[in-house]
């Protein structure tokens, strides 16, 4: 299906460029984002004609492959990293919510980078799952079934983390822990 006439490039790029933008932000160093989002619209632009009428997907799946074009031109294998809480403090009673963001980044980083994808294609993209597949080429059920199988392993390796143990504070140096009681002797 080509993109039909109505559609105009520039309106095009006004709606989506925001979306877009964020896509390829999460994916890779925000230094070089835009510079690989107007790669994106660039091919978009010489590829018009061929532009399918869901054009949001379409570009996603172009962005994906200028990300990894990138990141082969460059020698370099950049993971996809979860960013939360990066651009903004916690308050000071927050340990709960710091110690639930830790371990959801270290089982984000124990997922295989398919796992990542296909989960950050819904909750990060809002993609439905029609979309999410023709991002990345597959079939709806076979996205579906990546999407359930990477929820469950996500959800596994939450339940898996031990939380750490609690380590009371050590003596001031030159203070017994217990100063009614001298070194070497019982209480």
Not at 92 to 113: F, K, N, P, Q
């Amino acid at each position: 299906m080509t993109a039909p006439p109505d559609m105009v490039f520039s309106e095009v790029f006004r709606a989506l460029y925001p979306d877009v933008l964020r896509f390829v932000q999460r994916r890779t160093d925000p230094d070089v984002a835009e510079d690989l989002v107007a790669e994106v619209f660039a091919i978009a632009w010489s590829r018009w004609a061929d532009v399918p009428r869901e054009v949001r997907p379409w570009l996603f799946g172009v962005a994906r492959n200028v990300i990894a074009e990138d990141r082969r031109s460059h020698g370099r294998r950049n993971r996809l990293a979860l960013r939360i809480g990066a651009e903004r403090e916690l308050p000071r009673d927050a340990i709960a919510l710091a110690t639930a963001t830790v371990d959801l980044h270290v089982a984000w980083s124990r997922l295989s980078e398919a796992d990542r994808e296909a989960l950050a294609l819904v909750a990060w993209d809002g993609l439905t799952g029609r979309e999410a597949a023709q991002v990345l080429g597959c079939t709806r059920a076979a996205f579906s079934v990546r999407l359930s199988r990477a929820r469950r392993r996500l959800k596994r390796l939450l339940a898996d983390i031990e939380p750490e143990p609690h380590v009371d504070p050590a003596p001031w140096p030159g203070r017994r822990a217990n100063p009614g009681v001298v070194e070497g002797t019982q209480p």
